[in-house]
């Protein structure tokens, strides 16, 4: 089951389909969907849990607490929407474009992707790439 939430900022309608499009993205990559909740929030509330949880004193757009059990994908996966705004006009994509692509790439962590490298980088953004693709 995919959820999501809003803390500490107004709600949005999300693109149709996404809960759908994110069900898909993880039967692709031979995985089972779990319990996934998404909780969007405001730049402080994420900045706060970077501090409290990994130790990071920095602004930043996700950050996915992994409960992945074999190929059930699970997670808290947090999102500040106030960053993707900033990312969408910074990059001139449209937001809901950057939402969708923030919201594939915590979920593709969890289906074992990375991005610290830069083959890791290309690789990622070709999988969002490619699922942003298909919605």
């Known amino acids: 089951m ?15 389909n996404t809960e759908n499009w994110l069900k898909e993205l993880i039967i692709s990559e031979d995985k089972k969907p779990g319990e996934i909740n998404y909780i969007f929030c405001d730049d402080d509330h994420l900045l ?16 996915t607490f992994d409960y992945v059990k074999g190929k059930t994908i ?15 006009s910074t990059l001139s994509n449209a937001f809901n474009s950057e939402l969708l692509r923030v919201l594939a790439h915590g979920v593709l962590h969890l289906c074992g ?9 290309s690789e990622m ?3 969002e790439d490619y699922y942003l693709s298909i919605f």
């Not at 706060?48 to 950050?63: A, G, P, R, W």
């Not at 699970?74 to 969408?88: G, Q």
């Not at 992707?113 to 980088?121: A, G, Q, R, S, V």
Request: hydrophobic share 35%; aromatic share 14%.
């Open 125 to 127: 953004r070709q999988k």
């Open 2 to 16: 995919i959820q999501f939430f809003f803390e500490n900022i107004d709600e949005i309608t999300l693109p149709p």
């Open 74 to 88: 699970s997670a808290d996966i947090f999102v500040s929407l106030p960053r993707i705004l900033d990312n969408s």
């Open 48 to 63: 706060q849990v970077n501090k409290d949880f990994l130790n990071h004193d920095y602004y930043t757009d996700v950050i």
């Open 113 to 121: 992707y990375k991005d610290k490298t830069d083959e890791e980088i």
